[in-house]
């Protein structure tokens, strides 16, 4: 008997790229795939029903789900609703590093196992979190935008507004997962000093590559610092205008992980006194940036909309990641990624 599939993309993971990987995933297994499109990134994401950072509305996933057992999506909703009126759905995988798009709870009382994409993303995000620290470090976001006006920097070779080489630098990453282990192995490479503030982090992985160390040392000590914490009830706001004032004048602050971990009104009161030299960002408080937004106009910001975490590797790694776990369920063997397995049977 063919299991049906919906294959919920969109315009960054294609429902084809799922449906692709999905297949190659099931082998011969029969499987009856529909495919659906979601608007974003041409749409921004959002809340929809009680889940936020999703896309669609539950009208739409509630009637392509109709005798669907399985679904692969990135930004597709599973609400309460949607489960109710879903009973055929068995196994949702959603292909970002956390299921914040499903209701664990009610899909766990459905008997829905939600599954996720762990580490789909974190070469690209290390990659441009590598960038954004080079270039606030350098001045290159001012340089650019003035070079484009016909503006002529030169006096960025005055003494007061050089940058800072990465060799020989003291940097330090707040979290060290998938994505702050991979920028400490680059700085390694380039001849940084590196230290590390994460409480989860085992001693043998950081040996022979970082120091660990409380964050008011890092902050003290760091003349460049680069946020890769997940946010959690401790880690909100953890960094604010007293840690930022804690930093040595002319330090260079990145964030590419969550808007929610840092002050960005302190941030650019910082930069407007000249404390901070510079400061690369990829994530804010409020997405999209609004027009009167003080990062618009301060000093020596690079700032990019969100995409420190799109690749066309990323796109393919995350349709694999998931397609694996459909792979097993179909097989009837433990899912490696199951945010709720005791809702899984087997």
Known sequence: MSTTVLAAGNHFIRPSLFTQAVRDAAGELPLDVRELQFPWPHTPFGPVGEVIEASGSEDEMIEALQGVQICVTEHGPLTERILADCPDLKLFCTSRGGPVNANLDAATRHGVAVCYAPGRNATATAEHTLTLLLAAARGVGDTHTDLRKGTWRG???DYD???IEIEGATVGLIGYGAIGSRVAKVLRAMGAELLVHDPY???DALAGVAEQVSLDELLRRSRMVSLHARVTDET???IGR????AMPRGSVLVNCARGALLDYDAVCDALDSGHLAGA???????????ADSRLLTAPGVVLTPHIAGGSRQVAHKAANIVAAEVGRFLRGEPLEHCANPEAFKG
């Open 155 to 157: 006096d960025y070779y």
């Open 161 to 163: 507004n050089c940058g």
């Open 201 to 203: 982090v085992r001693p």
């Open 236 to 238: 909100k706001g953890m």
């Open 242 to 245: 007293a840690q930022i004032a």
């Open 280 to 290: 690369g960002f990829d994530v804010f408080p409020e997405e999209p940036l609004p």
